[in-house]
């Protein structure tokens, strides 16, 4: 038996738990056993048919439809309607009728059940393979009795990951700007959510117009800027205290903040007389270093997940294109050629790829590329799209998205494939979305 605990970066001081969850059972592997999975790669994209019956016991049926979202919002899966199954009222420790679920061509099978004491709550789960007749993962987890929704996303992730061998997504959080009023009046909020659109917290309250949020790599604090009337500052916010502390930046105007991998520093643009430069500061010592020098407009730099290269938007070659350099600043190089104008780089969390933003004939883009600039993909189009950002798997990019003139933009999520193209649950206006990793 094994057994792991995951801390809770809470939003609030109010929503705290632990979840700690135990591996119960794992089936020996047999050919049939072994045969079940999913393709994700461009060739095979057929959904697999999934059935997950409403667990028993506390929060069970909100649990399970929770499931069923996120796993067909992935575009891999087919959850099949709970109305079609033969069989119900299943036991979590009983093998089900697998005749019954082949009936209806299910080829996995997910029952859980909850108990509920002294306001915690303990679930588990067992996820069966139909046409192998055996089981493939059985997994515990236990949180606070408000936190249901959390064991939803780590069932989610758990029965992601056994059946495409990839990571999940879907125990992450997403931060953005919630945007209300008119459009020569706009509110614009700090706001966090769950990657699936629920438990919204804002941590503005929409007396600045705040820009560009991002996560640490820890997914406690978020790093933005504000539009003030002495200029664009840049602010830090941890999630859990609501504490804010401004970045002391050379000039009045800053640009598109994101912290360095290790989260011990910022990486950002800045207006200094007039020349708009790329600069990193140390958040622990507070040294500044400028890493362009040149009189374009150099803009929007991330660091590659390993922390050895930066890329970053700059219209030093006569349009604005994306290039990479060292950290130190060293060895520029031009990653994009093609027709249009680049901007929005950010790599991939593998460091693989770099997802980036294109405006070409009138229309904008959402396209993807190699960390070398080669074997460039357009994934969405669209009168506007921008502000790409990485699902912690890498596996989902979103973006913000107008479809015509005076649209409110809205946030979406597209395959790295270029398939499953689709809104992301938030319903209200939203844009420069930035996803976590995956919740501690």
Known sequence: MISHSLSYPPLTRAIRGLITGILLALA??????????????????????????????????????????????????????????????????????????????????????????????????RLWDVYGESQMLGLEFSTTDENWRRIAHKVSDAIYRRLTGEVGYFDSRVVFVAESGSRTNRVKRLAVMDQDGANPSYLTDGTEQVLNPRFNAQGQQIVYSALTDRGIKIWVVDIETGRKEAVAIPGNMAFAPRFTPDGQSIIFSADRDGDVDVFIKSLRTGKLTQLTRNPAIDTSPDMSPNGDRIVFTSDRGGSTQIYAMNADGSGVRRLTFGEGRYSTAVWSPKGDLIAFTRQLGGQF???????????????????????????????????????????????????????????????????????????P
């Open 28 to 125: 020996c592997l047999t050919p049939a056993f072994a045969q079940l999975n999913v393709s994700v790669t461009e060739g095979h994209r057929r959904p697999m048919p999934i059935a997950i019956s409403d667990f028993s016991g506390p929060h069970g049926s909100s649990i399970a439809n929770a499931v069923r979202d996120n796993l067909a919002r992935s575009g891999l899966f087919q959850v099949q309607n709970p109305d079609s199954f033969l069989q119900r009222d299943m036991d979590v420790n009983v093998a089900p009728r697998f005749a019954d679920w082949r009936v209806i061509k299910t080829e996995a099978l997910v029952i859980g059940r909850g108990n509920s004491s002294a306001g915690r709550l303990r679930v588990e789960f």
């Open 365 to 439: 883009q959402i396209g993807v590329m190699a960390a070398d600039g080669s074997n460039l993909k357009i994934l969405a189009e669209a009168y506007l799209v921008e502000g790409p950002t990485w699902s912690p798997n890498g596996r989902v990019i979103m973006f913000q998205r107008e479809g015509g003139p005076g649209q409110s933009p809205s946030l979406w999520t597209v395959d790295v494939s270029g398939t499953n193209l689709r809104k992301s649950p938030w319903s209200g206006p939203g844009s420069d979305p930035g996803w976590s990793a995956i919740l």
